[in-house]
């Protein structure tokens, strides 16, 4: 004689126990972890990125816009930095170059562009590795005049400044 399912009974006893087996995970149609957190701060700073090169493409004349720009794609750098010192044991890019080089063992470099862009004055993005024993590293762009210090548009864009949320 056959036994009726019935789709409202519990797990029998001696299988609320078990462990889920870490096989299970990856079988499709089971739960699965989010896209790693790399993933998107690859995707987010390709479009960072993407949109800054865009934007040097044409004149905006607006330097709110511009500055903008900057001091978010100055924060995708910086972050891409760290991340890359996270993953090295330590050890900081030598230039921001090395960021677009394929990682050994990651699926993708740590920015998914083919050049590093221009700030959208056009020139190039700063870097500053630490100093030995130190791991305070500085990526900044000069402003619009690109030269050191100034104010209102000449103002100097870092991630230091950034983290201190003094701009």
Same mark, same amino acid.
């Given at each position: 004689?056959?036994? %009726?399912?019935?789709?409202?009974? $519990?797990?029998?006893?001696?299988?609320?126990?078990?462990?889920?087996?870490?096989?299970?995970?990856?079988?499709?149609? =089971? $739960?699965?972890?989010?896209?790693?957190?790399? !993933?998107?701060?690859?995707?987010?700073?390709?479009?960072?990125?993407?949109?800054?090169?865009?934007?040097?493409?044409?004149?905006?004349?607006?330097? !709110?816009?511009?500055?903008?720009?900057?001091?978010?794609?100055?924060?995708?750098?910086?972050?891409? !930095?760290?991340?890359?010192?996270?993953?090295?044991?330590?050890?900081?890019?030598?230039?921001?170059?090395?960021?677009?080089?394929?990682?050994?063992?990651?699926?993708?470099?740590?920015?998914?562009?083919?050049?590093?862009?221009?700030?959208?004055?056009?020139?190039?993005?700063?870097? %500053?590795?630490?100093?030995?024993?130190? =791991?305070?590293?500085? !990526?900044?762009?000069?402003?619009?005049?690109?030269?050191?210090?100034?104010?209102?548009?000449?103002?100097?864009?870092?991630?230091?400044?950034?983290?201190?949320?003094?701009?």
């Amino acid at each position: 004689m056959r036994e %009726e399912y019935d789709s409202s009974s $519990r797990v029998p006893e001696a299988m609320e126990d078990r462990e889920l087996d870490p096989a299970l995970a990856t079988r499709p149609g =089971c $739960r699965r972890r989010a896209l790693l957190p790399e !993933v998107w701060y690859g995707l987010l700073a390709a479009l960072v990125l993407w949109m800054l090169a865009k934007s040097n493409s044409r004149e905006f004349g607006r330097t !709110v816009c511009n500055w903008s720009h900057a001091k978010a794609s100055v924060a995708v750098l910086a972050d891409a !930095v760290a991340r890359f010192a996270d993953d090295h044991d330590g050890r900081f890019p030598g230039t921001l170059e090395e960021l677009l080089l394929p990682a050994q063992g990651l699926p993708m470099p740590y920015l998914d562009v083919d050049f590093m862009p221009p700030d959208p004055w056009g020139t190039p993005y700063g870097y %500053e590795p630490p100093e030995a024993g130190s =791991c305070s590293f500085r !990526v900044f762009s000069l402003g619009a005049d690109s030269l050191p210090g100034g104010k209102g548009d000449d103002r100097d864009i870092d991630n230091l400044l950034i983290k201190e949320g003094k701009i």
